[in-house]
């Protein structure tokens, strides 16, 4: 089993996240109009608003929360919190953010699966992805309880570890999470492949921050004019 976790670990990130960025490129240099979420709110507004800020709230929080803890040195923080705090701290705000994203996609997804209108003129894609998140939200939860079993946090320096020397393009790295429980694999490995399918979906939008919306101009509206009336033709 050594070389399908030195796949999976080692050369499956690359080859995912190499997809992503070459991907994503080629998709806004070719297919620049394509580039949109797609949204469907214009089709029914009901759940719509509740469900995409509660889930874009506990993502975008989440995914935070990921790249500080697992990218940060523990040399850097190790004078301000141990690893046991971390973990503690990691599985708190990742419980209450899961949370709240779950109660979001949880509304999006049955919006998409059983909404007539949004359903009729949804895609596969549309629906596949929204399953995979999901799915990655749920193990990405169950996470936080195989956690409590062990709060010394040597799993999470693990999982630290793992993803510090892929980004530095350390070899070694699937031996950092070859001993771990399956349900971290399973978290790194699908979370891998929605980076590897994003420039084909949806999911590509993740570029697009709007921080424009933070210094754009206020919206004038007028209201429409009554018409005037002169009375009859003499």
Partial sequence: MNYLNTFAFQL???????VFFIGSWVRFDKSMYT????????????????????????ILAILGGHLVGLLTPHALYASVITAPQKQLLAMVAGGVFGAVCLVGISILTVRRLFNPRVKA?????????????????????????????????????????????????????????????????AHIFLGLTLFLVAPFTRLVHVWSIPMSYLWRPYQVVRRRQPALRYGPRA
Avoid at 38 to 50: I, P
């Fill in 35 to 58: 580039w949109r979420t797609g949204s469907s709110q214009l089709l029914s507004d009901k759940g719509m608003r509740v469900g995409s800020n509660l889930f874009h709230l506990g």
């Fill in 121 to 185: 003129t949804g895609t596969t894609g549309d629906t596949v992805i929204l399953l995979l998140l999901f799915a990655q939200l749920l193990l990405g939860l169950y996470t936080i309880v195989q956690s409590t079993h062990h709060m010394d946090g040597g799993v999470m320096m693990a999982l630290a570890e793992w993803a510090q020397h892929i980004v530095t393009f350390r070899g070694g790295a699937a031996d950092f999470v070859g001993d771990v429980h399956w349900v971290y694999k």
């Fill in 12 to 18: 499956y990130p690359y080859i995912a996240l190499a």
